[in-house]
């Protein structure tokens, strides 16, 4: 029997479909959205509420061995946030770094119903599945790690392209994994022996390659794929005054090997990586430089990572900058290692209002939100944990919905961050429809995932109601209000079921895992198997044979054919 329900009356911003606060009713068959539905169906009333596409969530820590170290690392951070137990759903811990379970539910209770883990080791990736496995509701998928991978750098020093291309497809297919990610290309490697890349021409040690080489060759080999979405770099030098100059620099690194129909490169966490400065004492934000060169070109699409002040843990598979966060905070760190060739460091961190580094950091994420314009091309985010909880996203809504909000947090930052920043000057408040497409919309598209962001006939009903009547509220002057309906969704729909209602969770189905399922030439993937396994033994602790997860071992797996060009 087919399941129907009817959303009616809801002000709807779907800004895919150029719908942007329009009554309409939604019609819902079988998990997707339809044109109509028989009388029988169930019908939720959204009269003066507003209504979008379930949230999409492009970066966020949710899953895997490093994430785990961090709940081993911090008890105290289970003890402080407690989820109860109730009817439908089990009890769970953590504020910073929640048990799987009691992460499903949060998103789903912000009305976010997609999240992709941007991190993954290759070796550790059936960890990160069985995590995201046990993780309810929401979809995901997961970006494995291939920035220092020595295969990756000896092709791409070699010149050997469709190789590269071929042996990226074998790792995705491996490890069921969904992008390329970057994590300080070269650096992390260079790091290993002792060593910091300080430019992009600077080559890593032992390997004859610079990130330039590293960044531009993975970006044709995205191409060469046709993967969904674009290479996801986190830069060098994250974390050190000047760096927004690599920023810029990495972003023009690929500006020719753009083309009309989507960026070529995402940049992720700009906020760590849009310090402007000579040191800690002359920081300043280089958000305004790095939005101008965003608005100048299109070939690049950004996330804030933004900082939410108070406690959070900081994780991040770039190794050596956690090392030095952990002697510049004294906070306790741990370091894990695989295969010497990837990792992650994990530190506590308390982000401070007094604090002058931490309100310049605040304020960047927020400058770079305001100050881009085109909201197709910058996606919200905290890269939780390290900017703050995801759990705080209705915080960020609101400073960029309301100058009143924002006015009201300068108002407590330290004196000199608030005299150098550019963030008290600028008015642009965000609309609910902007909201919905840096929120929804736009991860979705740059994710490449045809069937969420919107809520177009044939798209996911996944959906999210919110207590804010666009018609009768003065919005930007009641931010308070505004937080209140984003923490909790009237209703959160997930493939046309009811998981979240006020609050409280009424279901918990299990999303699907989505990965690449990327096809190179027989030829081309044989003698990459016969190259491959012959050094493998010789490189690693750990044989080939581990790397590859069957569909079977993941609960709900959805493979996207990708046709490669080589
Ligand atoms: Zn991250």
Redesign the pocket.
């Known amino acids: 029997m087919s399941k129907e329900l009817v959303v009616v009356n809801g002000t709807v911003f779907d800004p895919m479909n150029d719908i942007a606060g329009e009554k309409l009713d939604l019609f819902i068959r079988d998990g997707k959205i339809v044109s109509s539905v028989s009388k029988k169906a169930r019908t939720i009333n959204a009269s003066g509420q507003t209504v979008m596409p379930g949230g999409v969530d492009l970066?966020s820590?949710i899953a895997g061995s490093k994430v785990n170290s961090g709940r081993l690392l911090r008890p105290e951070d289970h003890r402080k946030d407690i989820e109860f137990r109730t009817r439908k759903t089990h009890s769970g811990v953590g504020y910073s770094i929640p048990s799987t379970r009691t992460t499903g539910y949060r998103y789903a209770r912000m009305g976010y119903t997609t999240v992709f883990e941007?991190?993954t080791p290759p070796l550790k990736t059936r960890h990160t599945h069985e995590e995201l496995d046990s993780t309810p509701i929401i979809d995901k998928g997961c970006f494995p790690l291939l920035g220092n991978n020595w295969f990756v750098m000896e092709y791409l020093r070699d010149g050997k392209m469709e190789e590269c291309a071929a042996y990226v497809a074998w790792m995705l297919k491996a490890t069921k994994g969904y992008a390329i990610k970057i994590v300080d290309p070269g650096g992390v490697e260079a790091w290993g022996w002792g060593k910091f890349l300080r430019y992009l021409d600077d080559p890593v040690v032992h390997f004859g390659i610079t990130p330039r080489e590293i960044v531009r060759g993975l970006c044709k080999v995205n191409r060469m794929l046709n993967l969904p979405h674009p290479i996801h770099v986190?830069t060098n030098n994250l974390g050190n005054p000047g760096n927004y100059l690599t920023t810029i620099e990495t972003m023009d690194a690929v500006r020719d090997l753009a083309n009309e129909k989507r960026p070529a490169i995402h940049i992720?966490?700009v906020q760590f990586t849009g310090f402007a400065g000579s040191s800690w004492l002359n920081l300043r934000s280089g958000a305004p430089e790095i939005a101008d060169y965003v608005n100048k070109h299109r070939h690049v699409s950004v996330d804030l990572?933004q900082v939410i002040f108070g406690d959070t843990t900081t994780m991040?598979a770039d190794g050596p900058f956690q090392y030095f966060l952990h002697k510049l905070s004294g906070n306790k760190w741990v370091n894990m290692d695989v295969e010497a060739e990837t990792g992650s460091g994990i530190v506590p961190f308390e982000y401070k209002r007094g604090n002058y580094v931490n309100a310049i950091q605040w304020g960047i994420g927020l400058e770079l939100a305001l100050l881009v314009d085109d909201p197709w091309r910058v996606f919200m985010t905290t890269?939780h944990p390290?900017g703050g909880p995801f759990a705080s996203y209705p915080k960020v809504i609101a400073w960029l919905m309301s100058r009143k909000a924002r006015e009201k947090t300068i108002s407590k930052i330290n004196r000199m961050a608030k005299k150098r920043l550019t963030l008290p000057s600028i008015e642009r408040e965000y609309t609910l429809e902007e909201i919905s497409t840096i929120t929804r919309a736009a991860p979705a598209k740059s994710l490449g995932l045809a069937d969420k962001g919107h809520l177009g006939v044939g798209a996911d009903a996944d959906i999210a109601i919110y207590n804010i009547d666009p018609a009768r509220n003065d919005l930007e002057r009641e931010p308070i209000r505004l937080r209140r309906a984003f923490r909790e969704a009237s209703f959160t729909i997930k493939d046309g079921k009811i998981v979240s209602k006020e609050g409280q969770i009424t279901a918990t189905p299990y999303g699907q895992t989505f990965h690449i399922e990327s096809v190179v030439s027989s030829n081309l993937e044989s003698s990459l198997l016969k190259d491959i396994s012959s050094r493998f033994r010789d490189y690693y602790t750990i044989e080939i044979e581990n790397y590859p997860i069957a569909e079977s071992f993941i609960r709900n797996p959805s493979g996207i054919p990708c046709e490669a060009e080589v």
Do not use: L, R
Request: charged share 10%.
């Open positions: 970066h820590h941007p991190a986190h992720t966490h990572g991040t890269d390290n």
